[in-house]
């Protein structure tokens, strides 16, 4: 069974940043892409970035020049360095993991972004 684990939410100045991080405890294989999504009140989740197991990333425009995504292939853990955070980006945070036969999520983690 897969578990994800984040971590690395919390609260946070407009301008600031902060670093979520996943854990997958699952294994590589078969595993094509793992990503993160946000949900923020009264909206739908959507896609924020993911990176394949070839190592190509893809970011939603709004976030594109401010946040990376990156992962570590030893740990099994991928990343998510957010920068120049706004008000906008206040959402609960969830890490997703594509297998070739099913999808998991993780718990998610919220992120605030207010003065």
């Known amino acids: 069974q897969v578990q994800l684990t984040e971590s690395g939410g919390g609260l946070v100045q407009p301008g600031g940043s902060l670093r979520l991080s996943c854990a997958n405890s699952?294994?590589?294989?078969?595993?094509?892409?793992m990503g993160w999504y946000r949900q923020a009140p009264g909206r739908q989740r959507e896609l924020v970035a993911i990176?394949?197991?070839?190592?190509?990333?893809t970011y939603a425009d709004s976030v594109k020049g401010r946040f990376t995504i990156s992962i570590d292939g030893a740990k099994n853990t991928v990343y998510l360095q957010m920068n120049s955070l706004n008000p906008e980006d206040t959402a609960v945070y969830y890490c997703?993991?594509?297998?070739?036969?099913?999808?998991?999520w993780g718990q998610g983690t919220q992120v605030t972004v207010s003065s």
């Open positions: 990176i394949t197991s070839g190592g190509t990333t």
């Open positions: 997703n993991a594509k297998y070739v036969i099913r999808t998991y």
């Open positions: 699952g294994t590589v294989l078969s595993l094509n892409a």
